[in-house]
């Protein structure tokens, strides 16, 4: 009985080695934040990987440009003061002039921006001047600018030739402005501008906020 037993005993295996417990990754440690319970456990094991793609997505989008900065072609400019609408008036000559007043804030503006855009696109002989309004408060007082998106056309000596405001859905007075007054023709002196309105004189005392045109 006792050979037996040592016979077993040297065709037995050996036990199998007990391995040590394998470390914790250290990006899965949880340190929860109490104030946010579970959505920050639950943010604590997203992979590293993930989780820089997800920065650098909200980084882009930050980085795109805001609707109203996008331009159209070289014939739309920004102008940020009094004085560079002035200048840029005189500078434009004999052109038609379409300024556009507009708010960051006004849904009307936003809408009609895009068909604008193609507009200006469609005619590189205009210049297209688009005016903040609330960068441009007293300036647009002066001008009567009461609703948004408002449309002004000026040409050389014949000054301011047509005012109105206009929305998406009436953009064909837009179109039906620039048949009318975007004609071969010289004018005999120099450009007017906004004529004997004092742009650069004191603010008025009294302002009302502009509104957005309906659709």
Same mark, same amino acid.
């Given at each position: 009985?006792?050979?037996?037993?040592?016979?077993?005993?040297?065709? /037995?295996?050996?036990?199998?080695?007990?391995?040590?417990?394998?470390?914790?990754?250290?990006?899965?440690?949880?340190?929860?934040?109490?104030?946010?319970?579970?959505?920050?456990? /639950?943010?604590?094991?997203?992979?590293?990987?993930?989780?820089?793609?997800? #920065?650098?997505?909200?980084?882009?989008?930050?980085?795109?440009?805001?609707?109203?900065?996008?331009?159209?072609?070289?014939?739309?400019?920004?102008?940020?003061?009094?004085?560079?609408?002035?200048?840029?008036?005189?500078? /434009?000559?004999?052109?038609? #002039?379409?300024?556009?007043?507009?708010?960051?804030?006004?849904?009307?503006?936003?809408?009609?921006?895009?068909? $604008?855009?193609?507009?200006?696109?469609?005619?590189?002989?205009?210049?297209?001047?688009?005016?903040?309004?609330?960068?441009?408060?007293?300036?647009?007082?002066? $001008?009567?600018?009461?609703? $948004?998106?408002?449309?002004?056309?000026?040409?050389?000596?014949?000054?301011?030739?047509?005012?109105?405001?206009?929305?998406?859905?009436?953009?064909?007075?837009?179109?039906? /402005?620039?048949?009318?007054?975007?004609?071969?023709?010289?004018?005999?002196?120099?450009?007017?501008?906004?004529?004997?309105?004092?742009?650069?004189?004191?603010?008025?005392?009294?302002?009302?906020?502009?509104?957005?045109?309906?659709?």
């Amino acid at each position: 009985m006792a050979d037996a037993c040592f016979r077993l005993s040297l065709v /037995a295996p050996p036990p199998t080695p007990l391995l040590p417990p394998r470390p914790h990754s250290p990006r899965l440690k949880v340190s929860p934040d109490p104030r946010l319970g579970a959505a920050s456990a /639950a943010l604590a094991f997203l992979p590293r990987r993930l989780a820089r793609f997800k #920065v650098h997505a909200v980084v882009a989008e930050d980085e795109r440009p805001k609707w109203w900065e996008k331009s159209a072609g070289p014939n739309m400019i920004d102008v940020h003061s009094t004085e560079e609408f002035i200048h840029a008036l005189s500078e /434009a000559g004999d052109k038609l #002039v379409i300024v556009e007043f507009y708010g960051t804030w006004c849904a009307s503006c936003r809408a009609l921006y895009p068909k $604008l855009c193609r507009t200006v696109e469609e005619h590189p002989d205009i210049l297209f001047i688009k005016v903040n309004f609330d960068e441009n408060k007293p300036m647009c007082k002066r $001008l009567n600018v009461r609703v $948004l998106p408002y449309f002004h056309f000026y040409r050389g000596a014949d000054g301011l030739l047509e005012s109105f405001s206009c929305s998406l859905a009436k953009f064909q007075k837009i179109k039906d /402005a620039i048949a009318m007054h975007n004609t071969d023709r010289c004018s005999i002196g120099p450009p007017t501008g906004v004529g004997d309105i004092d742009l650069l004189g004191r603010s008025p005392s009294q302002e009302k906020p502009a509104e957005a045109a309906s659709r």
